[in-house]
């Protein structure tokens, strides 16, 4: 037996038979800075359970209104945020007609069309009864957007030599 274990690694035999568990750390080294102590892991623990008990406070109508119509707004301006890498993208492609410049002209002309025609179903989720005068407003901006955004894809076509 002892020629056996003297053949087999220590590695192999420390997996095998671990070293017992560490004793409790000794009180005189402080924890390392970020480091949480075991009672201050204790005490977030009971005030993380504190916290869950105090059931969430529903938000007014006014609030959701408020939420609801910051969104919209969002929804409407994004189309502009991809305006700078359409923009780009048509003038690294050049004015050649090629297959890549063809479907970049098709993609800024497809994109804001569908956009525009889909208006109402980009904004039906935001839409409430004391909210639809600031819905409009946002449904403008976003039409207007995606008239921009078409409008790069005019100013393409035209730097191609595609419009009389």
Same mark, same amino acid.
Do not use: C
């Given at each position: 037996?002892? @020629?056996? &274990?003297? $053949? !087999? #690694?220590?590695?192999?035999?420390?997996?095998?038979?671990?070293?017992?568990? *560490? /004793? @409790?750390? &000794?009180? $005189? !080294? #402080?924890?390392?800075?970020?480091?949480?102590?075991?009672?201050?892991?204790? *005490? /977030?623990?009971?005030?993380?359970?504190?916290?869950?008990?105090?059931?969430?406070?529903?938000?007014?109508?006014?609030?959701?209104?408020?939420?609801?119509?910051?969104?919209?707004?969002?929804?409407?301006?994004?189309?502009?945020?991809?305006?700078?890498?359409?923009?780009?993208?048509?003038?690294?492609?050049?004015?050649?007609?090629?297959?890549?410049?063809?479907?970049?002209?098709?993609?800024?002309?497809?994109?804001?069309?569908?956009?525009?025609?889909?208006?109402?179903?980009?904004?039906?989720?935001?839409?409430?009864?004391?909210?639809?005068?600031?819905?409009?407003?946002?449904?403008?901006?976003?039409?207007?957007?995606?008239?921009?955004?078409?409008?790069?894809?005019?100013?393409?076509?035209?730097?191609?030599?595609?419009?009389?």
């Amino acid at each position: 037996m002892s @020629s056996a &274990n003297s $053949s !087999i #690694p220590k590695w192999v035999l420390d997996l095998q038979h671990p070293p017992p568990p *560490s /004793k @409790s750390k &000794n009180g $005189s !080294i #402080p924890d390392p800075p970020g480091y949480p102590s075991q009672s201050t892991a204790l *005490s /977030k623990k009971q005030a993380s359970k504190e916290a869950k008990t105090q059931p969430r406070k529903q938000p007014t109508p006014e609030e959701m209104d408020t939420l609801k119509l910051k969104k919209a707004w969002e929804v409407a301006l994004a189309p502009v945020k991809n305006l700078p890498m359409t923009a780009i993208m048509m003038y690294m492609s050049g004015n050649s007609l090629q297959i890549f410049s063809i479907m970049m002209v098709y993609m800024a002309f497809k994109n804001p069309i569908l956009g525009i025609l889909s208006t109402n179903q980009a904004f039906e989720r935001f839409e409430s009864e004391t909210n639809k005068g600031k819905i409009i407003q946002a449904k403008l901006a976003y039409v207007a957007m995606q008239l921009v955004a078409l409008a790069v894809g005019i100013w393409k076509v035209n730097a191609m030599g595609l419009l009389p």
